[in-house]
């Protein structure tokens, strides 16, 4: 069992998000953008942020430096529609592996964050 922040800003695909990683067996926290996830950092320990990248008020790229500055042994996964986001950002040491594209399929989700929590 893992301790996951999930920042994601569409509420319907927070939701079912939650729900799966909490079936998986995983302990959740989710925020509705990335300055409520930080601000989550600064009480909570956690194991993986499982951030969308294009969010209000702070994207998950900026989540992701935060959380690392934090706690440097974090894992870090994206998902997103817009995948050559992250991609573009490498000199930021997130290994495009770590980007699931929209759309998925909930249990691809689970898969990814299994392997990403293994690495």
């Given at each position: 069992?893992?301790?996951?922040?999930?920042?994601?800003?569409?509420?319907?695909?927070?939701?079912?998000l939650?729900?799966?990683l909490?079936?998986?067996?995983?302990?959740?926290?989710?925020?509705e953008n990335?300055?409520?996830?930080?601000?989550?950092?600064?009480?909570?320990?956690?194991?993986?942020?499982?951030?969308?990248?294009?969010?209000?008020?702070?994207?998950?790229?900026?989540?992701?430096?935060?959380?690392?500055?934090?706690?440097?042994?974090?894992?870090?996964?994206?998902?997103?529609?817009?995948?050559?986001?992250?991609?573009?950002?490498?000199?930021?040491?997130?290994?495009?592996?770590?980007?699931?594209?929209?759309?998925?399929?909930?249990?691809?989700?689970?898969?990814?964050?299994?392997?990403?929590?293994?690495?």
């Open positions: 069992m893992a301790n996951i922040l999930l920042a994601e800003d569409d509420e319907n695909m927070r939701f079912y939650h729900r799966a909490e079936a998986a067996g995983h302990r959740v926290i989710s925020a990335g300055a409520i996830a930080e601000e989550m950092l600064i009480c909570n320990r956690f194991d993986l942020v499982l951030s969308d990248v294009v969010m209000p008020e702070k994207d998950g790229i900026e989540l992701a430096r935060s959380a690392k500055q934090r706690h440097p042994e974090i894992k870090i996964m994206f998902i997103t529609g817009f995948s050559g986001v992250v991609l573009g950002n490498q000199e930021d040491g997130f290994d495009p592996s770590m980007v699931l594209s929209k759309p998925f399929h909930l249990k691809d989700l689970v898969e990814q964050v299994e392997r990403v929590l293994l690495e």
